[in-house]
C-alpha cells in the first residue's frame, strides 16, 4: 500500500509541475492582459493543489502536512479575487482597443 501512495503521489507532483509549466509559458505567449490573467490563475492553482496532494501523500503521518493544507486553501481563496481586480484594471486600461472584446457585458445597454 505504502507503495501505491507513492506513485500516486510522485504522479500528482509530476502532472501538477507539468500543468504550473505550461501556465508558465503561456504568460510569457500570451498577447494581452486578459489571457495572460486566465493562464496565471486557472491552471497555475489547479497545478500547485496537485503538488500540495501529491506532498501530502509523501508526508503522511508528518505534521507539516497541516501547512501544506493551509497554503492549498489560502490560494484556492484569494487566486479568485486578484485575477477578478486585475480582469477589471485591464478591462479598464484596454477598452479603447479594436477588437479585444466581441460583446461588452459591462456596458450599459443603448437606448433607442
Not at 497545478?47 to 501544506?68: K, P, S, Y
Amino acid at each position: 500500500m505504502s507503495t501505491v501512495l507513492n506513485v500516486v503521489g510522485a504522479t500528482l507532483m509530476l502532472c501538477g509541475s507539468l500543468l504550473a509549466l505550461t501556465a508558465a509559458i503561456a504568460i510569457v505567449r500570451f498577447p494581452d492582459t486578459l489571457r495572460r490573467m486566465h493562464a496565471a490563475t486557472k491552471p497555475q492553482v489547479v497545478g500547485l493543489i496537485m503538488v500540495l496532494a501529491g506532498a501530502v501523500l509523501e508526508l503522511r503521518g508528518n505534521v507539516d502536512i497541516w501547512m501544506l493544507i493551509l497554503v492549498g486553501i489560502f490560494t484556492l481563496f484569494t487566486a479568485p479575487v486578484i485575477a477578478h481586480s486585475v480582469g477589471r484594471v485591464a478591462y479598464r486600461e484596454q477598452r479603447d482597443q479594436d477588437g479585444l472584446l466581441m460583446i461588452n457585458e459591462l456596458e450599459p445597454p443603448e437606448r433607442p
